[in-house]
């Protein structure tokens, strides 16, 4: 069953924008461990490519933050969900903490998809409820 449903779409200089004024500050609030590692590796080889990778991320936990019903309020905060893709690419959704409690309290699976394109990024969440 479908428990919930979230987009977002964002220009992605909003997100050049907040970079430029706090730095990796800014990063490492929005990205999980795992997903920090990838930013770094991405931004080492072109900059550009780690902003990219910073805006889709943010696109998707709001997505699924509207998803799940609770926006950016406890237990979803911005570093319990990370967007990680499995070995034939396929986004994959992580949870941590109180987040993953919760949601597995719930049956709740997430799906998330991004997608970038020059100007904007955007993401798209589906979150399913197996009741056993």
């Not at 992605?12 to 004024?21: K, M, S, T, W």
């Amino acid at each position: 069953m479908i428990y919930g449903i979230g987009t977002d779409i964002l220009r992605r200089e909003r997100i050049v924008a907040v970079f430029e004024r706090h730095g990796e500050r800014f990063a490492g609030k929005i990205l999980g461990p795992e997903e920090m590692a990838i930013y770094r590796r991405r931004s080492a080889r072109l900059p550009e490519r780690g902003l990219t990778f910073l805006a889709t991320r943010f696109a998707a936990k709001e997505a699924f933050s509207k998803a799940i019903g609770l926006g950016m309020r406890m237990p979803m905060t911005w570093r319990a969900m990370q967007l990680l893709k499995e070995p034939s690419g396929k986004p994959r959704v992580a949870t941590s903490g109180a987040l993953a409690v919760w949601m597995a309290e719930r049956h709740l699976q997430a799906h998330v998809s991004v997608t970038d394109e020059s100007d904007y990024v955007a993401a798209f969440a589906v979150v399913e409820q197996h009741l056993p």
